[in-house]
């Protein structure tokens, strides 16, 4: 990773153990070095399941570097909160939503992003991801 700003990486689901263990797995596989910055955002604000808005502005809030900001959600209120943000213009300039698996994509994100790369790049790794086969 270079000295420069890199993409930071937000995971957001609907249970904040899911999100803290994927965002665990992810910086772990990516050591060897400057690992991007990563946020789970998971849970509701109660601690229950659920998805909050808040939750997710404050782990973007704190992995923006200005080199943009890669969020990947599991699935249903979760990807309609984070739209939601987007459409609103409320997430840091250059937040996107990765059209991606959660755990894989995750992976691969923060493994891109770590390297140095920019957004798009890290948007489409975490995406590629869909085509890991396990047979």
Known sequence: MSGGPVVGIVLVSHSAAVAE???ELARGLAAGGAVAPVAPAGGAVDGGLGTSAELVLAAAASVDQGAGVALLADLGSSVLTVKALLEDEELPAGSR??????????????????AGAPLDAVVAAAAEAYAYRKA
């Open 21 to 23: 263990s994927v965002a």
């Open 97 to 114: 939503l990765a059209d991606a698996p959660f755990l894989e994509g995750a992976v691969a994100a923060v493994v891109a992003a770590s």
